[in-house]
């Protein structure tokens, strides 16, 4: 858990919110194999390894070391992460297709994901009849079991489904062996209430004894919400990624989750997120997509500041902040430009151990601003410099 001294959100979301879960919710990493399908994006085996280590020192609870049969690398990479003595543990990724399958086993990987499409939109765009479908998912979460291969059924697009459909894929999965079950938002269409209802449902048909998952994507921006929403209606597992990777709008971010689930709603998880920045800057480098500064937990101007009137109160992280930096390994800084206040000018000259007297300062902003807005950008230090020299 958080340190709660470090969260300053003030008493509304404790008087809105009916009493919260307070099960530890398992984070299940998928960057390896969902997060490189954002567009462009190649992981070498060694990348994939790199990351494998810092996501189990940060806490993540499973790691999806790949799809083996997509490619050489991937099935490198599955036997980098499965050998290298992680914490975490190390799940595959197969289709309902014996080859598959015996990929898994033959790599001696000991807990997998196993995905088939059940909505009658990807089942029509397959030509595959639901019966078949159902036969399909059978036979190989059968074999996978009697291997002795974890199984956790993934349907895809189950926000879609018929419902009905939906609840007999899942059955037969689990009468097939499937010990735990993953609900699938595919293509990113679910509402908060919509995955909280699925999930809630799920929960109700299978019982209390098989542990549900939650994978959900971002197309409509909701991406965190609904995993929330998803663990108040039972989920034990949120299965996401790094920064949001993925195809299209990407996949909920297990550091936005993680954060929002202890922060606001004292849901815990295992993740450290003094890790978060470091583990967000890893995945940026070996995947070569930086994110907007202003992004939620890893952004770099979360904790930087240019407005006058917020250095007026920078002396006083709460009362300007959500919670505090060092909670997710960030540091406060202040930075001079167009939005600059006088205040500004008194931090800024005391960082630099410059004397400026107080009957400089208001000279000294103008300076700055004018700077500022002639550049279209920030007054650095020895910008800054030379202005009081």
Known sequence: MIDRSKVWTGSLNEMALDPQPHVTVGLYDTTLRDGEQSVGVVLSPEDKLEIARALDAAGIDRIEAGFPRVSADDWRAVELVSAAGLKAEVWGFSRAVQADVEALVELGVAASVIE???????????????????????????????????????????????????????????????????????????????????????????????????????????????AVAAVQAGATWVQGTINGMGERAGNADLLEVALALEALYGIPTRLD?????????????????????????????????????????????PAIEPYSADLVGAERGLVLGKKSGIDSIRIAAERLGLDVPEERRAELLAAVKARGVEKRGLVGDDEFRALVG
Not at 128 to 136: H, I, S
Not at 194 to 223: C, E, N, S, Y
Not at 288 to 297: I, N, R
């Open 116 to 226: 088939s499409p059940i909505s009658d939109g990807k089942l029509a765009a397959l030509g595959v009849a639901r019966e078949t479908m159902l036969e399909r998912i059978a036979s190989a979460v059968s074999f996978a079991s009697g291997a002795g291969i974890k199984v956790a059924f993934f349907g895809v697009d189950s926000s879609r489904a018929d419902l009905e459909f939906y609840r007999r894929a899942y059955e037969t999965a689990v009468e097939a062996g499937a010990q735990e079950v993953v609900v699938v938002d595919t293509i990113g269409i679910a509402t908060p209430e919509a995955a909280a209802f699925l999930v809630g449902q799920t929960v109700d048909w299978l019982g209390g004894d098989i542990p549900v998952h939650w994978h959900g994507h971002d197309d409509f921006g909701l991406g965190t919400a609904a």
């Open 273 to 317: 997120l003094t890790h978060a920045r470091a583990l967000s800057q890893l995945v940026q480098q070996r995947a070569g997509t930086p994110l907007p500064s202003w992004k939620a937990v890893s952004g770099d101007a979360l904790f930087t500041r240019e407005s006058g009137a917020v250095a007026a109160q920078f002396h006083d992280p």
